[in-house]
């Protein structure tokens, strides 16, 4: 069974059963747990997921379910990037200055509102989905696209836009990473967004550790 949090419009058909949707916080997801029969939880979140994987392992513990974590490796600089790391979008807001940029936020729709506080900025936003409200930025434009995204195609966006500087969560993995690679072959500075604590839980870093995880066979773990 595979969970969707209900924030994407029109996700990809998947191979197995969907639901779509919250569990009403962790004491849901583990009554979910149990009534569901469930005997192995996988938390794929997004690496900047924190509530969900959160409540995932609190309900992973009061339910009896073993849980693995299926996480990506956060991007780290080479050389040429130019980046800043901030914890957290309030700061990455902060750390675009006083004087007025034009700022390519690769970060979603929902952080968007921590950049209000930075209203000085011409704001170029890639959403998935055409946002139902208006933004809370006053300078901004909107691209609908959905990756992965080629560096080639991001060089293109960020040169069309004339951006100045790039805000980015870190990730990790490879469909979003073109942006740092373009940022770099322009030499754009790029404003990194470290990832929140998770929980302590067990780890896999590929597919093959959490089938090895569902089949029992610890030798894959």
């Known amino acids: 069974m595979l969970s969707y949090a209900g924030r994407v419009e029109n996700p990809r058909p998947q ?12 004491a849901g997801l583990a009554a979910w747990l149990a009534g569901e029969a ?30 693995i974590a299926l996480t990506r490796a956060p991007w780290t600089p080479g050389p040429g990037d130019r980046w800043t790391r901030v914890p957290d979008l309030a700061a990455a807001a902060a750390a ?20 209000a506080a930075a209203p000085q900025h011409h704001y170029l936003c890639r959403l998935v989905d055409p946002p139902a ?20 195609g ?3 966006l960020l040169t069309g836009h004339a951006i100045t500087v790039v805000v980015a ?3 990790g993995g490879t469909g979003a990473a073109a942006k740092l690679a373009a940022a770099r072959a322009l030499g754009l500075p790029v404003i ?10 067990r780890e896999a870093t590929s597919l093959a550790e959490v089938l090895a995880f569902i089949h029992g066979d610890e030798r894959g773990v």
Request: glycine content about 10%; cysteine-free; overall charge positive.
């Open 15 to 26: 191979p197995v059963p969907v639901r779509t949707g919250g569990f009403g916080g962790a």
């Open 96 to 115: 675009l200055g006083h004087a007025p940029q034009r700022v390519f936020l690769a970060i979603g729709r929902q952080g968007l509102g921590a950049f």
């Open 169 to 171: 969560k870190n990730a």
């Open 192 to 201: 990194m967004v470290d990832r929140p604590a998770m929980p302590a839980r």
């Open 133 to 152: 409200a208006p933004l809370p930025l006053p300078r901004a434009e909107v691209v609908i696209d959905r990756g992965p995204f080629s560096e080639a």
């Open 38 to 67: 469930i005997t192995h939880l996988v938390d794929a979140t997004h690496p900047f997921a924190a509530t969900i994987s959160a409540h995932a392992a609190a309900a992973a513990r009061a339910a009896g379910v073993p849980l």
């Open 154 to 156: 991001d060089r293109a």
